[in-house]
């Protein structure tokens, strides 16, 4: 088992920069790490993924150029940084940790609200 909690969100004006952060309760060294989001009414879809190497990689050519995935294993932490946010970036955004299908683990979600 893996405890994932997110913290870092809130809301945050247009065009401003948010930093999420996942804290891991266990090594996630093997472990291929995602932010997903949902928005309101939507289907939860991936935002970005690093895997156990370090590569990276993002939903569409949006989110690569104003997001940015990072894992700090000696933390056990993941990170999203967001930048020139948007409005329709608003949702619940979740971590997954990832070494199988049989192992995904899930944190609670947070709350990211971009709005004037």
């Known amino acids: 088992q893996v405890q994932l909690v997110e913290s870092g969100g809130g809301l945050v004006q247009p065009g401003g920069s948010l930093r999420l952060s996942c804290a891991a309760s266990?090594?996630?060294?093997?472990?291929?790490m995602s932010w997903y989001r949902q928005a309101p009414g939507k289907q939860r879809e991936l935002v970005a993924r690093?895997?156990?190497?370090?590569?990276?990689?993002y939903a569409d050519s949006a989110m690569t150029g104003r997001f940015t995935i990072s894992r700090d294993n000696i933390k056990n932490t993941v990170y999203l940084q967001m930048n020139s946010l948007k409005p329709e970036d608003t949702a619940i955004y979740y971590c997954n940790a990832r070494l199988s299908v049989n192992y995904s683990y899930w944190g609670q979600g947070i709350q990211v609200t971009v709005s004037s």
């Open positions: 690093i895997d156990s190497s370090g590569t990276t990689s």
């Open positions: 266990r090594s996630i060294n093997f472990y291929a």
